[in-house]
């Protein structure tokens, strides 16, 4: 289910270079060919949320445990097609309702605990017995879109539990088994959030207080903010998260059973603005950063930077609040909004080459796309008109935006805003900024669902057009709050259609009714890039970006 504000370049730079100081020191052989002790310095535009990634949503705690925990299938590198990972192979069965995996043999938990078919019934038992308030979308919200809810819902809105359950049959063979087929599968045995925990990990967990708060303002368990106890199979291993100095640092994991991390260290340095990223790269601070500025991707070229950029796999939206502000509840106003917005400019002026505006809840890259949903082309008189006709031509309204981040979907979410807010005000309506910080602030006030406009996005997990759409659109979503339960039905109808094809055409036709319902306006999808040091032998891009920094070294 599921940045920054402008600064002075010198304030910037000055900033960045204290930031850096502690990664810069860390390591004199960061980068050094042949060094036993290689360090390298990833500039990543926001902090994680977690170090557990079953309790997290978002692309920044993911970036991060993906070197750290695995999967029992995965994506092919540079690609959306998906393979085995810790499992040696797969089958499903015809109605999907079973699905086998061969383990792979001789790996090891990063606190010596053998991986095996017991410790994946582990994982999955601990997910699906989750209570009080692990039962937040907060914590379980890609359980709950991938594997509905639990062996016993607390709320009326948690979906049913599609997970039926996880056998082992012998060491290195398990089944796990669900209610009904699902659109999800095999996709969600791929998804960062479902990675594979140490069993000694797990009981540590249980014997933590849960997370505390309410709806919004949840407070973290303590094992997942510190590196101590989570311990997952990947090629990395959890070293320190130092949460004054931004950082994160993993070392390699010798005992891996694969091939074995290019570098000694991995440090992600957080760096939440693309220009402090290019200064930082070019001072030689750090070896490669996520997010360039479009402006930055030529000159950095020209200078003999490592440029690569991932395919378009992802939506920028701006979402509608229909409880906070009820006049959303109007179609009318819906539509005099989506009229107002010129996509077009946001393209031309903010996104790099080879981004495009969106008529629909995801990119033409994933099937189920349909060129032929309702269209609402930019006209300023008839959102005028529109506004009008609805009563609404004084609307005053609050527009959330967040800071301090960049994210693949939009690079510089302060200027897009600056744009959007331009166009609403054009047709009359008053618009008032609300800047939030990025995590937890905005991601928080707009999954409760406070505020009446905002904008975010998302890049896809994997290529299933229910990963876009069943996402916001499947259930009641706080962040939308609006209720429409023949759209919900048709989603669960979709969703359990086992042929592909015929599911293909079915989303395509989903897609035409939610752009017929207009909770929101889907604004526009792009190629991020990513840079690095002309010394560094980069990872795979990946459109998905699920980069893999085993694969880094120097050369």
């Known amino acids: 289910m599921k940045l920054r504000k402008l600064r002075g370049v010198l304030a910037l730079a000055s900033a960045t270079a204290l930031v850096l100081g502690t990664a810069a020191c860390a390591d004199s052989d960061r980068g050094e060919s042949g060094s036993e002790d290689q360090t ?288 959303l509840k109007k179609k009318e106003v819906r539509e005099a909004l989506a009229h107002a917005i010129d996509k077009q400019s946001i393209v031309d002026s903010k996104l790099p080459p080879g981004a495009t505006a969106a008529t629909q809840f995801m990119p033409d890259t994933v099937e189920g796309y349909n060129p032929d949903v309702p269209q609402y082309e930019y006209d300023p008189a008839k959102a005028t008109e529109l506004l009008k006709s609805a009563g609404a031509e004084n609307l005053s309204i609050d527009f959330c935006y967040p800071t301090e981040v960049s994210r693949p979907y939009m690079p510089s979410p302060p200027d897009i805003f600056e744009i959007l807010k331009a166009n609403l005000q054009a047709v009359g309506i008053t618009v008032n900024d609300k800047p939030m910080k990025w995590a937890p602030d905005y991601l928080d006030a707009t999954d409760a669902g406070k505020c009446p406009l905002y904008i975010i996005g998302w890049t896809g997990d994997y290529n299933e057009a229910f990963n876009f759409i069943g996402t916001w659109f499947s259930v009641y979503d706080s962040g939308w709050g609006f209720k429409d339960e023949k759209l919900f039905a048709d989603m669960a109808a979709v969703s359990a259609e086992p042929d592909q094809a015929k599911r293909v055409e079915l989303y395509k036709a989903l897609n035409a009714q939610v752009m017929e319902l207009l909770p929101g306006v889907p604004l526009t999808s792009s190629p991020p890039s990513m840079a690095f040091a002309k010394n560094v032998k980069p990872p795979t891009t990946s459109p998905l970006t699920q980069e893999n920094f085993a694969e880094v070294s120097f050369t």
């Open 40 to 327: 390298f310095v990833f500039g990543a535009p926001g902090d994680p949320k977690s170090l557990d990634p079953s309790l997290a949503t978002d692309g920044e705690t993911f970036r991060v445990t993906r070197q750290v925990f695995e999967t029992l299938l995965e994506h092919e590198p540079g690609g959306t097609k998906i393979v085995p990972a810790l499992a040696e192979s797969y089958e499903q069965s015809p109605d999907g309702l079973q699905w086998k995996f061969k383990l792979k043999s001789g790996v090891t938990f990063h606190d010596g605990e053998a991986f095996n078919a017991a410790a994946v019934c582990k994982n999955f038992e601990r997910w699906y017995n989750w209570s009080g308030t692990y039962q937040s979308t907060n914590f379980s919200g890609y359980w709950q879109e991938l594997m509905g809810g639990f062996a016993k819902n607390e709320s009326e809105d948690t979906p049913a539990a599609n997970f039926k359950s996880c056998t082992p049959n012998g060491d290195l063979d398990v089944t796990i088994d669900v209610n009904k087929y699902s659109a999800t599968l095999p996709g969600a045995f791929t998804h960062a959030a479902m990675a594979l925990h140490s069993p000694k990990s797990i009981d540590a967990y249980a014997a933590e207080a849960p997370p505390t708060g309410q709806e919004g303002s949840f407070t973290y368990p303590q094992y997942s903010q510190t590196a101590g106890t989570v311990a997952g199979t990947g090629p990395f291993k959890l070293s320190n998260w130092d949460k004054g100095a931004q950082q994160v640092t993993l070392e390699r994991f010798d005992g891996y059973y694969g091939t074995k991390a290019g570098v000694q260290k991995l440090v992600f340095q957080t760096i939440k603005d693309a220009n402090a990223g290019r200064q930082a790269l070019e001072a030689g601070d750090i070896d490669g950063y996520d997010l360039v500025a479009p402006a930055d991707v030529k000159p950095l070229q020209d200078a003999g930077y490592q440029v690569p950029t991932r395919g378009v796999f992802n939506i920028l939206y701006m979402g509608m609040q229909q409880e906070t502000e009820p006049l």
